[in-house]
């Protein structure tokens, strides 16, 4: 597929952060999601309407970059979170070339734009920037947009919240503005007074409000110029004004772009000497996989499970929050890569979220507030918390293999009482006594109240880990009580959780009264669980078996390697011929455990199938339509990109 194919179907062209301020650019160029001062909670820019427009005036004709005029190209050419767009308009002979980043070390998003004329004649060029926010992610009718003579900027401010747009053209900030209202009192937008070249100069509005700024400047025929332009985030007027003074000091716009290249090339050169043991057609992938996985995190420590906001479109809340499985899917190749912070912010946001019982809730949003939830406290006739708990023993788990990576007393003394110890105790606890394995909590996938055999695999590994830590840290009684446990899931596992008659783990098992029911639908986490986590060797022939099932199932070419989730998914399922979307999760599982087994070739066909429908950014989505051939957002997923990592670092054989 061409670079505009691969990108059409995807919900965002490129990502930027720095941990507090993160923006979002979709497939016309324009501003989409706009987090500040959380990644993935207050979104300044999500909803229609809030889309920041960018136009063009040039010879009478006017042309916004979502009028269908433009061809686009992006890409992260710098080994760095900055981004590049090309739009070319070759009705008006146009091409504008945007370097986008967010500053490393200060909150402002900046744009580099390069105006280039097709034409051989002289041009009168005018580019028009609209900014539109509901801050704080209200739809109240409360914001302010003023104009500041003194500094030659727009401030857009709320409570707490203010952004400060404002730029350069050979020098010179915009030369007009247009301030107003959108969305209320039959107001369509500021951003239609700029369609006949020229800005009313509205100073100052309240309510819903937006504005535009135009840069003004003649080209030579084959000629190009540049304009910069940013916003300035800050929790107060105050702030934003330091920042936006920042922009003017050291070089300005350009070398704060530069310096953040060159802070991105340092963040990432573990990922970039990894990459050069890979083949060489995986290298730019698997760098920038580890890129967008940074991008995805919190500085506070919670890593979002997607900060693109397209799910709002049909769903009723988007993927914006913290679970704790994900992150600790997330935070495991960067802890193989040698990354310590990341790892060690998230362990810090578990611990402060972290129920007074030792578990942890269904999700989180970045502030360490529990998310929105469907799961109830009361099961059908069951009493019990509405939790996920593998989510819990998975922290456990990872936090295990980064002490081992990484051993350190003052690690030890900092968790150990604190977070492993009452997670371990509740684990050890929570086990129904009459099939001896973890009572029930909900599946992996969010939709069933059920002891699966994914869950009862990652407990059982926790309580492993967690014997392993009270050893260290001389805990002798904890860890053979952890440890006893460990042993009694692993004997119960071998005699429950194995369906003969299918060939294939069960997903899971439930206690009615005297009855022990069974689920029996093929599910990729009951298999992987068992693999990954080592609750069944991995010669064993039960993983042989289900291996050949899922092959038998799923599998109808070795060309069309995706897995989906389980039989019948019907999850954002369009197509009812199809058993269920392939999820690139699920599937890079089964290229880890080829790749154990020795076949590296096969892997390679899955790992080459995620390239090729990935973004030409390589943002990798949650799922794949196998019949349109589309991903399907959101995207990027965090988990997806820390399966792919994972598993070109097992082809490298990294610890």
């Not at 324009?30 to 001062?37: G, I, L, N, S, T």
């Not at 300005?252 to 000497?273: F, N, Q, Y």
């Not at 989505?621 to 019949?627: A, H, K, M, S």
Request: hydrophobic share 40%; glycine share 8%.
């Amino acid at each position: 597929m061409s670079t505009i194919e691969r990108v059409d179907y995807m919900a965002r062209a490129y990502v930027l952060s720095n941990g507090e301020l993160h923006v979002g650019i979709n497939l016309n160029g324009f501003v989409h999601d706009f987090y500040y001062p959380y990644v993935g909670l207050e979104n300044h820019a999500a909803g229609l309407g809030l889309r920041h427009k960018i136009g063009v005036w040039v010879d009478g004709i006017f042309s916004w970059l979502d009028d269908g005029n433009w061809n686009f190209e992006f890409n992260y050419p710098y080994d760095a979170l900055v981004g590049h767009t090309k739009a070319t308009n070759s009705r008006i002979g146009i091409i504008l070339e945007f370097d986008d980043a967010v500053d490393n070390s200060i909150s402002v998003f900046m744009r580099n734009i390069h105006v280039i004329n097709q034409l051989g004649e002289k041009r009168d060029i005018r580019l028009f920037m609209h900014q539109a926010f509901a801050i704080g992610d209200s739809r109240s009718n409360t914001d302010t947009a003023q104009y500041l003579p003194g500094t030659s900027a727009i401030l857009h401010y709320r409570g707490r919240r203010a952004f400060i747009v404002a730029g350069r053209v050979n020098g010179l900030p915009f030369d007009q503005h247009s301030i107003g209202l959108f969305g209320i009192e039959d107001h369509q937008g500021t951003w239609k007074d700029a369609e006949d070249g020229e800005l009313s100069g509205g100073n100052v509005e309240h309510g819903r409000v937006d504005s535009v700024i135009r840069f003004k400047f003649d080209l030579a025929p084959h000629d190009s110029g540049r304009v910069n332009y940013w916003i300035a985030a800050g929790s107060s007027m105050r702030e934003a004004l330091y920042v936006q003074k920042q922009i003017d000091l050291q070089g300005g716009m350009d070398e704060r772009i530069h310096s953040t290249t060159a802070w991105w090339h340092k963040w990432l050169e573990p990922a970039r000497i990894e990459s050069e043991k890979l083949p060489l057609e995986y290298r730019q992938s698997f760098v920038d996989s580890v890129m967008i996985i940074k991008s995805q995190i919190d500085i506070r420590g919670a890593i979002m499970a997607s900060t693109d906001t397209s799910l709002l479109n049909y769903s009723r809340d988007a993927y914006t929050y913290c679970w704790p499985r994900d992150g600790g899917f997330v935070i495991w190749p960067l802890i193989r890569l040698g990354y310590q912070d990341e790892a060690l912010r998230f362990f810090a946001f578990c611990k402060k979220t972290m129920h007074p019982d030792g578990y942890l809730m269904h999700k989180y949003r970045a502030d360490g507030a529990i998310g929105s939830s469907w799961h109830p406290y009361i099961h059908d006739d069951v009493v019990g918390q509405p939790i996920q708990e593998d989510e819990t023993a998975l922290v456990v788990f990872i936090f295990n293999e980064f002490y081992k990576k990484f051993p350190s007393k003052q690690l030890l003394n900092d968790y150990y009482q604190s977070m492993i110890l009452p997670m371990a105790n509740f684990m050890m606890n929570y086990i129904d006594q009459r099939t001896g394995l973890p009572r029930p909590s909900y599946d992996l996938w969010e939709e069933d109240f059920i002891t699966t055999t994914y869950t009862t695999a990652v407990v059982r590994a926790a309580l492993n880990s967690a014997a392993e830590i009270a050893e260290s840290i001389g805990d002798n009684d904890n860890a053979v009580l952890w440890k006893t446990s460990c042993d009694d899931i692993t004997q119960a596992s071998k005699n429950t959780l194995f369906n003969k008659e299918r060939q294939y783990f069960y997903h899971g098992i439930n206690v009615k009264g005297k009855d022990i029911l069974k689920s029996e639908r093929i599910d990729s986490s009951a298999l992987f669980g068992a693999y990954i986590f080592g609750l069944f060797d991995s010669d064993s022939p039960e993983i042989k078996a289900s291996i050949q099932t899922i092959k038998d199932i799923f599998i109808s070419y070795p060309e069309q390697p995706g897995i989906p989730r389980y039989e019948n998914d019907n999850y954002r399922r369009e197509h009812a011929e199809i058993s269920g979307n392939w999820w690139y999760i699920c599937s890079l599982w089964y290229a880890q455990y080829l790749i154990a087994l020795g076949d590296e070739k096969s892997a390679q066909n899955i790992i080459n199938w995620t390239i090729n429908t990935s973004s030409s950014t390589h943002l990798i989505g949650e799922q794949y339509d196998p019949l349109t051939g589309k991903s399907v957002a959101p995207a990027p997923l965090t988990w997806s990109h820390a399966e792919f990592v994972s598993t070109l670092l097992d082809i490298i054989g990294k610890d």
